[in-house]
């Protein structure tokens, strides 16, 4: 009887906490303990600090990319708009612009980005892929354009502080971050718009026909993306104490990697912000541990590419797994 008790009791468990985000938190602990024993710096309140400032912009993305990848879509723009938005908002501050102009035109960029994203999925009917691939590479242009391709200096004070400040003794970035991952996680799962999402990512076509508007959604998905990736943008660039056209090559990927760990399914409609966060949580600290065991820059480049290929991997054992299930499920009801 007990026996059946603790069963039961850890079948709740698992069901609540989910086997894809179990498995995430098993790996955590494995990295740790890795990393741990390899340097025992690594296990220390400040790195752990240090690692979540450095998650910050990938997970300030990843929420977006989540609502986008759910709905069936993805964007490889986030690194080219995260340069210019750090550039831009340099610039503006370079000018005498005061702080909260400066940060509203340039998350405004962001907005009008992500408009210029769905117009082309939705209106010229282009692949996502290949519609941020395009964006990426003039936004990344126009970084080194209005800079004339060199790094601006920020020595605007308060915008420095206000994006670096600490609460907590954690910095303004991660705690961004954390709520930005509260908030938009209960849009996602409690809101009738994050059920719309959920809805045109299983069906775009079975959304439609219930009402619902996919190109709407959509758009409203690649706005989010690009406002949050704009934030992000300077708040990497207060870090930096400059607007850098050159920063953040590969961010998407990064982010996009965070994402299919945390179970989101490339091919949209399931998926969830808590898995996100161990995904986001995940790939920083494997990152930040290759660093501290002084593992080569491009042996970096090959684990990461490798974690990527380890995600997509386990993203379609898990599709197949769900394409299984469905069938059971429906033989099952035929009988």
Same mark, same amino acid.
């Given at each position: 009887?007990?026996?059946?008790? /603790?069963?039961?009791?850890?079948?709740?468990?698992?069901?609540?906490?989910?086997?894809?985000?179990?498995?995430?938190?098993?790996?955590?602990?494995?990295?740790?303990?890795?990393?741990?024993?390899?340097?025992?710096?690594?296990?220390?309140?400040?790195?752990?600090?240090?690692?979540?400032?450095?998650?910050?912009?990938?997970?300030?993305?990843?929420?977006?990319?989540?609502?986008?990848?759910?709905?069936?879509?993805?964007?490889?723009?986030?690194?080219?708009?995260?340069?210019?938005?750090?550039?831009?908002?340099?610039?503006?501050?370079? /000018?005498?612009?005061?702080?909260?102009?400066?940060?509203?035109?340039?998350?405004?960029?962001?907005?009008?980005?992500?408009?210029?994203?769905?117009?082309?999925?939705?209106?010229? /009917?282009?692949?996502?892929?290949?519609?941020?691939?395009?964006?990426?590479?003039?936004?990344?242009?126009?970084?080194?354009?209005?800079?004339?391709?060199?790094?601006?200096?920020?020595?605007?004070?308060?915008?420095?502080?206000?994006?670096?400040?600490?609460?907590?003794?954690?910095?303004?970035?991660?705690?961004?971050?954390?709520?930005?991952?509260?908030?938009?996680?209960?849009?996602?799962?409690?809101?009738?718009?994050?059920?719309?999402?959920?809805?045109?990512?299983?069906?775009?076509?079975?959304?439609?026909?219930?009402?619902?508007?996919?190109?709407?959604?959509?758009?409203?998905?690649?706005?989010?993306?690009?406002?949050?990736?704009?934030?992000?943008?300077?708040?990497?660039?207060?870090?930096?104490?400059?607007?850098?056209?050159?920063?953040?090559?590969?961010?998407?990927?990064?982010?996009?990697?965070?994402?299919?760990?945390?179970?989101?399914?490339?091919?949209?409609?399931?998926?969830?912000?808590?898995?996100?966060?161990?995904?986001?949580?995940?790939?920083?600290?494997?990152?930040?541990?290759?660093?501290?065991?002084?593992?080569?820059?491009?042996?970096?480049?090959?684990?990461?590419?490798?974690?990527?290929?380890?995600?997509?991997?386990?993203?379609?054992?898990?599709?197949?797994?769900?394409?299984?299930?469905?069938?059971?499920?429906?033989?099952?009801?035929?009988?």
């Amino acid at each position: 009887m007990e026996n059946t008790e /603790k069963k039961s009791g850890l079948k709740k468990i698992v069901s609540m906490i989910g086997g894809n985000n179990l498995v995430l938190i098993g790996a955590i602990i494995v990295v740790f303990v890795l990393f741990t024993s390899l340097n025992r710096n690594f296990l220390t309140l400040q790195n752990m600090i240090n690692i979540l400032v450095a998650a910050s912009l990938i997970g300030i993305v990843a929420i977006g990319h989540t609502y986008l990848i759910i709905a069936g879509q993805n964007d490889l723009s986030p690194g080219s708009i995260a340069a210019f938005s750090g550039v831009m908002a340099a610039l503006l501050l370079g /000018k005498g612009m005061p702080v909260l102009a400066a940060i509203v035109i340039t998350l405004l960029f962001g907005v009008l980005f992500g408009l210029f994203n769905a117009w082309m999925v939705n209106c010229i /009917k282009l692949e996502a892929f290949i519609a941020t691939l395009v964006t990426q590479t003039i936004v990344r242009g126009f970084a080194y354009i209005i800079c004339d391709g060199r790094p601006v200096a920020i020595s605007n004070r308060t915008f420095i502080v206000l994006l670096n400040s600490r609460f907590l003794n954690i910095p303004v970035a991660v705690w961004i971050m954390l709520i930005a991952f509260v908030l938009f996680g209960f849009i996602l799962s409690r809101t009738r718009f994050g059920r719309s999402i959920y809805a045109i990512g299983g069906s775009a076509e079975a959304a439609r026909l219930a009402g619902l508007n996919p190109k709407r959604i959509v758009t409203i998905c690649f706005i989010l993306i690009g406002v949050l990736t704009a934030l992000g943008g300077m708040t990497f660039a207060a870090r930096m104490n400059a607007g850098q056209p050159a920063a953040n090559i590969n961010l998407e990927f990064d982010a996009i990697t965070a994402v299919i760990l945390g179970g989101v399914s490339f091919a949209g409609g399931v998926g969830g912000m808590f898995g996100t966060v161990l995904g986001v949580f995940l790939i920083q600290a494997f990152g930040t541990g290759l660093i501290m065991v002084n593992v080569p820059t491009f042996w970096q480049n090959v684990a990461k590419g490798a974690l990527l290929l380890f995600a997509l991997t386990f993203d379609y054992i898990r599709k197949e797994r769900r394409e299984k299930e469905l069938i059971a499920a429906s033989k099952k009801n035929a009988q």
